[in-house]
């Protein structure tokens, strides 16, 4: 069974703080994407990641995918409030695609 | 180019009753996945239908159904509605399996 953990998950940070978040897997994924989803919405989608060690850089969010596709970290600079939500890493792996327990984020203007 | 359409958005029901909810995925994307979304669990995957074949399933009981249409849209049924299966219910639309997922805004199901 594939499981994506993510850390930590709930964050409280005031504006203009920087912050990481992990997304960890024991197993191999093709590909991993990440989503932000605000109360009573579905997920968007904010980036795919398909090759290990790839950075992208989407405004003040940098998405890393790790050397061995295992793992995902999301770094936001300068966190604003607009940025609150709960984010979500999802894996996809052989005819399977798994989703992370979450990250809260609450940015506190 | 229109995003994925859930219906309806909200929906009480009573403990016993039968529910059916409707997703129509985007235009061109025949891969219909539904998820369960409570704040215990996460989101948990209920099944994928892609071309009308359940391709994938997860590990809920038999009274969660689906199907899914030659338009590709795509339904998911629950018999015998008990109090915990109150969550939002979420379609993502993809054009194949295993390609990125568009969700749809959800349906709020609230069983009493």
């Known amino acids: 069974t594939q499981l994506l953990e993510q850390s930590p998950q709930f964050l409280s940070i005031q504006e203009g703080e920087n912050l990481t978040v992990y997304c960890n897997s024991s197993?191999?994924?093709?590909?991993l994407q990440w989503y932000r989803q605000e109360p009573g919405e579905g997920p968007v989608l904010l980036v795919t990641v398909v090759t290990g060690g790839e950075v992208k850089k989407l405004k003040r969010l940098t998405f890393q995918f790790g050397d061995a596709r295992k793992d995902s970290s999301l770094h936001i600079t300068a966190a604003q409030p607009g940025d609150t939500g709960l984010y979500l890493c999802?894996?996809?792996?052989?005819?399977?695609?798994?989703f992370g327990t979450g990250t809260k984020l609450q940015v506190i203007p | 180019k229109a995003g994925v359409t859930q219906t309806p958005r909200y929906l009480i029901k009573t403990r016993g009753q039968q529910v059916t909810l409707s997703c129509s995925p985007i235009?061109?994307?025949?891969?219909v996945s539904w998820y369960q979304q409570t704040p215990g669990q996460g989101l948990q995957f209920l099944f994928e239908?892609?071309?009308?074949?359940?391709?994938n399933k997860g590990n809920f009981p038999g009274r969660f159904s689906g199907r899914q249409f030659s338009n590709s849209r795509s339904e998911m049924n629950v018999s015998t509605l008990e109090l915990g299966d109150s969550a939002l219910y979420l379609c993502a639309s993809r054009r194949a399996p295993n390609t990125e997922a568009f969700f749809g805004q959800g349906t709020r199901l609230t069983v009493v």
């Open positions: 197993s191999v994924f093709s590909s």
């Open positions: 235009s061109g994307h025949r891969s």
């Open positions: 999802a894996g996809e792996g052989y005819q399977k695609v798994t």
């Open positions: 239908y892609f071309s009308e074949t359940q391709r």
